[in-house]
């Protein structure tokens, strides 16, 4: 199993963020540990294509906290020949260039602020709206400085009105972010670009059109549909590991979201509720929620810093 570093994730979170290379139509637990413990990985990405009892007894063999993030619409077409580029009366599209990286960034500002699905947070790992939009941006920002990696404006007059972003490798265009500006939504823009972007593979000369979906994205999974994709569905795990010493999280965003899940107050230096007793080894306590429940937590420390956490019920 290949794991990846995701640097804007990283960066901007305080932790590793490591993804798959790849979809894992089979989950091996053993070949997954290893790879977790070579890259000293914090946080693991996985999309997983598994029956449900299955699923569930290879997560718990991996022996790491883990949660369900999402339900992943995975959609492909083959790209039919010579279609020509769509038209949408006002509307054109310019590819970003550092001139015009900076409107981009403001736009993506724009729909993170205004999200059009529900973002579940974590237990396990802190992270804010602010967090998530710097990650957004310095990804998107990094399309520029990669070979076949491209983000694209679609403007109304010379107003940014949506973008969307993909990479094209081998023989196939992988479609990854895109987003409409609120004052725009529910017109017809979500289908042009998909639309977009399929003859953009067909002037490339690739053979398949690929992207990724939550399923409760309503907008996206139509537009899908609407240019034939096919689509198959993965769980999209999170794994909770922090074995780096390369990263030190932000203890400030540690405090913000142990306190949004109502946590009592902690003890010293450690924001993770009241602690009960200590348990066999010295990073281990008993913790108590408000609503009475009580789990173990473990934290890990270096040089009396908080690097690390882990909850276990």
């Known amino acids: 199993m290949n794991l990846l570093l995701s640097d804007s994730e990283s960066n901007s979170y305080g932790y590793s963020v490591y993804r798959s290379s790849d979809y894992q139509d089979e989950f091996d637990s053993l070949k997954f540990l290893n790879a977790a413990y070579q890259s000293e990985v914090d946080v693991v990405k996985l999309k997983l294509s598994l029956s449900n009892q299955e699923l569930h007894n290879q997560l718990n063999r991996a022996r790491f906290p883990f949660g369900i993030q999402t339900v992943i619409q995975r959609n492909q077409v083959a790209v039919p020949n010579q279609l020509s580029l769509p038209k949408m009366s006002g509307f054109n599209v310019e590819k970003v260039d550092k001139g015009s990286l900076q409107l981009l960034l403001e736009l993506v500002k724009s729909v993170i602020k205004s999200p059009t699905s529900i973002k579940y947070k974590s237990a396990f790992l802190p992270s804010n709206e602010d967090e998530y939009l710097v990650a957004t941006q310095n990804y998107l920002s990094g399309f520029l400085k990669r070979e076949g990696y491209a983000v694209w404006l679609v403007k109304k007059a010379s107003e940014p009105v949506a973008y969307f972003s993909g990479f094209f490798?081998?023989?196939?265009?992988?479609?990854?972010?895109?987003?409409?500006?609120?004052?725009?939504?529910?017109?017809?823009?979500?289908?042009?670009?998909?639309?977009?972007?399929?003859?953009?593979?067909?002037?490339?000369?690739?053979?398949?059109?690929?992207?990724?979906?939550?399923?409760?994205?309503?907008?996206?999974?139509?537009?899908?549909?609407?240019?034939?994709?096919?689509?198959?569905?993965?769980?999209?795990?999170?794994?909770?590991?922090?074995?780096?010493n390369k990263f030190r999280i932000k203890e400030d965003l540690w405090e913000s979201h142990f306190q949004s899940f109502n946590w009592q107050s902690g003890h010293r230096n450690i924001p993770t509720g009241k602690l009960l007793s200590s348990a066999t080894t010295a990073n281990h306590s008993l913790v108590q929620l408000t609503n009475g429940q009580t789990i173990m937590s473990k934290t890990y420390r270096r040089d009396s810093q908080l690097i690390g956490h882990e909850l276990y019920h």
């Open 169 to 244: 490798q081998d023989d196939s265009f992988e479609g990854v972010l895109y987003g409409v500006h609120p004052a725009y939504r529910k017109q017809g823009l979500s289908h042009f670009i998909y639309q977009t972007m399929l003859a953009f593979c067909s002037k490339k000369g690739v053979r398949s059109f690929k992207n990724d979906v939550e399923v409760h994205n309503l907008g996206s999974t139509i537009a899908a549909a609407g240019i034939g994709m096919s689509n198959q569905l993965y769980y999209h795990i999170n794994f909770y590991c922090f074995l780096s």
